[in-house]
């Protein structure tokens, strides 16, 4: 560009030449997607003063991602805290999946009335918010389906899968995580085959292993929507959160009448109800509103990793209130998984233009 050109800057307004100012790219908040490369012209004055509140943005919201992150794992872990007692009363997979999400949805609408939230989205973002809701419990139908053809601990492995998925995803819309975050990725894995893997001769059907795989697959999509859709760059995790909840309890309503049997089968006592509301808030609500901010603040990758903390989580509530046995094999994959996370957060590589 000539020197001569007159610019303004854009934090004093102060009119200079361009040889008067100091070319430099910024990362810039636009909307709710976190980094935006864009080039602006600064005066000097100016220059320091920006870098620096950019610099500390950048590092608060890397920090309230991997901390929503983590929390979204292990309120997700929490399920055999409430489900396993829920399953043993009779109580069948839909209609529990149903309350779930229905006791989520009217407790998040009753918060969201409380603060004076927005309930609206717009046309073309509602029925993508539609598709996050039916993709999201798709991961849960399919998961629990896969149960009747193969062990648990094979369908967890699997389900596992989702963060390679996730990065291939986003390698295929060329948006490249750090080689840091692929170390990651294949270290975690390792621990979850050490921990779930079965052992001995188990009978493996290519129908339950699809499945588990197709669950993976739709909670991949689930995360990188989230981060990548321009459609609802604006809605807010609250308002995202509570349409994804309509959409399952309206679909495990439906489910549930053609399978027959009353919506009220095997819940028969307070304990019940209070199991049935504990499912609601930690493993599900909690779970889901800390994973749309983790995917938006840090990107679907690294959400996708910190998810690892789902098994964890759920095998040292087995251990310690259920009295299931810990390994030696299960406590290397712990140690792995552990130290594979907070090599990611501790080296995550060049700061990226665009969150993966």
């Not at 901390?67 to 839909?94: H, R």
Request: charged share 15%.
């Amino acid at each position: 560009m000539h020197k001569s050109l007159i610019h303004w800057c854009v934090r004093c307004s102060g009119k200079r030449t361009e040889g008067g100012w100091e070319w430099q790219t910024i990362a810039a908040k636009a909307g709710r997607r976190l980094y935006l490369e864009q080039k602006v012209y600064l005066c000097a004055p100016n220059l320091e003063r920006t870098m620096m509140k950019t610099n500390i943005s950048y590092s608060r919201k890397r920090l309230i991602g991997y901390v929503a992150g983590i929390m979204a794992g292990v309120s997700y872990g929490t399920n055999p805290l409430f489900g396993k007692a829920l399953m043993e009363s009779g109580v069948p997979v839909m209609v529990m999946l149903f309350f779930r999400y229905g006791f989520a949805a009217v407790i998040l609408a009753l918060w969201m009335l409380l603060k004076k939230e927005s309930f609206r989205a717009s046309r073309r973002g509602i029925g993508l918010l539609v598709l996050l809701g039916l993709l999201f419990a798709g991961s849960s139908i399919t998961l629990f389906c896969s149960y009747e053809f193969i062990p648990s601990g094979l369908a967890t492995t699997l389900v596992y899968l989702y963060p390679v998925f996730v990065a291939l995803i986003m390698v295929f819309l060329r948006i490249y995580p750090s080689w840091q975050t692929w170390l990651s990725i294949l270290a975690t894995f390792g621990g979850i085959l050490l921990l779930s893997a079965p052992s001995g001769n188990v009978q493996i059907r290519l129908t339950g292993v699809l499945l588990a795989i197709g669950s993976a697959l739709c909670y991949s999509f689930y995360l990188v929507i989230v981060n990548r859709s321009k459609r609802i760059r604006n809605v807010s995790e609250h308002t995202l959160t509570l349409y994804s909840l309509l959409t399952g309890a309206l679909l495990f309503a439906v489910i549930r009448t053609f399978q027959g049997g009353s919506m009220l089968e095997g819940i028969d006592t307070i304990a019940d109800w209070g199991n049935l509301l504990g499912l609601a808030i930690v493993p599900t609500m909690i779970s889901l509103l800390t994973l749309a901010m983790s995917s938006r603040y840090i990107g679907p990758t690294k959400t996708a990793v910190l998810g690892v903390f789902e098994p964890l989580t759920a095998i040292l509530i087995g251990t310690l209130l259920f009295g299931e046995p810990l390994t030696f094999k299960m406590a290397c994959g712990i140690t792995i998984c552990v130290a594979a996370v907070i090599f990611m957060i501790l080296k995550p590589g060049k700061k990226p233009s665009t969150a993966a």
